[in-house]
């Protein structure tokens, strides 16, 4: 036995003597797996998601930044593929089987689509992928060096396909979980049954052998590519151990940090900040950042853009409802001192500040309607009022009551139709309490 195989076994023993593991410690440690294998198998293949946008895809359900939707759900269906093997895994009794595999690409690959291609003489071409059947057509590769690679033909294929799955059941009781998992990974990659998602196919089946045999998955990260590539290629020139070793480093590095959960350690990578950091940068994008902060320049843009259409709209509104009353009383408060109110002229000063000792904190307009007319009877008053408080980094708008409340930054553009939503609000907010009176 190799050394990286010993080192594993080594890794196994101390794991199983430090479980069963902790709740949350089996939480975050299966969250760390989850976002590490499905962002680097497809990261390897091409998806352009960052980390922090598949944390964001898989954990927030967010689909922030500039990628083609079929990223985003290949990027979701390679999380249920993974749901799969974990649960097929943990059926020990179950076996593996060529229909499972073909549910698994079509799993991955969601829906059929067209992509380029080279036929049998090396031409380029484009062919319709299926999902879930096996390939065709040849799906030869050119290599660097303008070889062209070749893998099972589409007449073989089915009948290789059922080779393999015999030999991995005529292995399965007998062969070091590594080293068996390593090598279906290496000759399901060497028939390329599928038009596309060989790789990803190939990397849950290594992950399926592990679970079922009850070690951790192997991550297989993206800028680790070239080690990954070239350890298959000197399987292919027979070197099989080279690939089985190199599927052992990683089975090593799982357990390491599985090892440190089960301890209550941290299992952060030395570059796992950097991908938290993406995350907050993405959650945080340019519409929804604080760009400006409190001062004389933002809060007058509040009253001159915001608080002065709005009154001057409300005042040209609500003249019908004031043919309803026998007077009105319009004032506002400023850090709470009243300043009656004739017209719109009355507030432009308070939003005319030259410098920082001026600034205020909150601003409210009241609307008070007086004596409703009822042939004498039955009178009452009405009102509607909203109040703007101003703080460091952003204000809040409160339209009557505290269940009305919105939050806004300095830096927020507000249109003519959301300044008429807030009207619409206080009109039924003043016809509410006509109408309750009258009942």
């Not at 430090?18 to 091409?46: C, I, T, V, W």
């Not at 549910?103 to 829906?111: P, S």
């Not at 800028?223 to 070793?245: P, Q, V």
């Not at 570059?271 to 400006?292: F, G, P």
């Amino acid at each position: 036995m190799g050394t990286s195989l010993e080192a594993v076994n080594r890794l196994v023993e101390e794991l199983k003597s430090l479980l069963p593991m902790k709740a949350e410690d089996q939480k975050r440690l299966d969250k760390k797996f989850r976002l590490e294998f499905n962002y680097n198998s497809n990261h390897l293949e091409g998806n352009t998601l960052t980390y922090g946008e598949t944390e964001l895809l898989l954990i927030f359900d967010d689909t922030k930044g500039n990628h083609t939707m079929r990223e985003y759900e290949e990027m979701k269906a390679h999380d249920v593929a993974l749901q799969m093997i974990e649960e097929y895994a943990n059926d020990r009794e179950r076996p593996l089987t060529e229909q499972f595999i073909k549910n698994l690409n079509k799993t991955i690959l969601v829906r059929p689509y067209w992509k380029e291609a080279i036929t049998n003489d090396g031409q380029d071409t484009r062919r319709e992928i299926k999902v879930g059947d096996y390939k065709e057509y040849p799906n030869s590769v050119r290599l660097q060096n303008g070889e062209i690679f070749e893998y099972a033909s589409p007449v073989d294929t089915p009948i290789q396909m059922q080779e393999l799955i015999e030999w991995y059941r005529n292995e399965e009781e007998q062969t070091h979980p590594v080293t068996l998992a390593a090598m279906l990974h290496y000759k399901f990659v060497r028939i390329h049954p599928f038009d596309d998602g060989n790789g990803r196919i190939a990397r849950l089946l290594l992950n399926y052998v592990l679970l079922k045999n009850e070690l951790p998955p192997v991550i297989i990260k993206s800028d680790d590519k070239a080690a990954y590539l070239r350890a298959l290629n000197r399987a292919d020139t027979g070197d099989f151990e080279a690939f089985i070793d190199y599927v052992a480093e990683q089975v090593e590095w799982s357990l390491g940090i599985s090892v440190k959960a089960a301890k209550g350690e941290d299992i952060q990578d030395d570059d796992d900040w950097k991908k938290r950091l993406q995350v907050l940068k993405k959650r945080t994008d340019n519409n929804s950042a604080v760009q400006e902060t409190l001062n004389a320049n933002t809060l007058n843009h509040v009253g001159h853009d915001l608080i002065l259409p709005l009154i001057d709209k409300f005042l040209g509104e609500f003249v019908n409802i004031q043919e309803l009353f026998t007077g009105r009383n319009l004032f506002i408060l400023v850090d709470n001192k009243s300043y009656d109110l004739q017209n719109i002229e009355d507030i432009k000063p308070f939003f005319s500040i030259q410098n920082e000792k001026s600034l205020i904190n909150t601003f409210e307009f009241h609307y008070y309607f007086q004596g409703y007319k009822r042939d004498g009877t039955n009178t009452f008053n009405i009102f509607s009022k909203i109040q703007w408080r101003f703080e460091p980094y952003r204000f809040s708008m409160t339209i009557n009551d505290a269940n009305n409340q919105s939050l806004h930054l300095y830096q927020d553009v507000f249109t003519q139709s959301e300044i008429n939503g807030i009207i619409r609000k206080c009109g039924e907010h003043l016809i509410n309490q006509i109408e309750l009176f009258l009942t």
